[in-house]
């Protein structure tokens, strides 16, 4: 199906059954690999090379329109397990109809900071808060197509996991 992305239709934040109501968005973590710089013999200069599967950490932010009760149990000092649940609104461009294209979402995070924001009257806080993700994982109308698990030894991307001879060769 030929399929053009066009916005992103609204989106709910979860922990088990409790809804985190109040949110105004979140920046998604940025996966980034751990580097290294290769020289030497033969080689004439130099070049990076990523290190499969290895990444650096990575971080959460979510933000709330003002202090509330649900920001305040996002640092309680304990994982969380989360779910991002996003419609996606796609056009189908053959049958030039739109579409919802459901993406979840699930991380493992913990608190690192919380931002209590601005008071001013007539305003909003913008409170924000930011996490370590510890573990994510990403599905698009229910198929998995990402998971990173950095405990685990698992970088999976479209089906395979890049640390799976790794994981072999360390004897896991």
Partial sequence: ???????????NIFEGDHVYYGMASATMPTI??????????????????????????MTLTLN???????????MEQ???????????????RLQAQKIITAYKHVMIIQPKSLN????AP???????????????ATYINGEKVLEIDML????EVNGTNYLAD???AMGM
């Fill in 1 to 11: 199906m030929s399929k053009i992305s066009e916005a992103i239709a609204n989106f």
């Fill in 32 to 57: 980034q690999n751990v580097t290294e710089q290769i020289s030497g013999a033969g080689i004439a200069g130099s070049y990076e090379t990523a290190i499969m599967g290895h990444i650096n950490a």
């Fill in 64 to 74: 709330f329109r003002n202090m509330t009760t649900d920001s305040l149990r996002l």
């Fill in 78 to 92: 304990r994982n969380h397990q989360i779910e991002l649940r996003v419609p996606v609104q796609e056009l189908n």
């Fill in 116 to 119: 209590a924001g601005q008071v």
């Fill in 122 to 136: 007539a305003t909003v806080g913008n409170v924000s808060g930011e996490y370590s993700v510890q573990y994510w």
């Fill in 152 to 155: 685990n030894f698992i970088y």
């Fill in 166 to 168: 790794m994981k072999r």
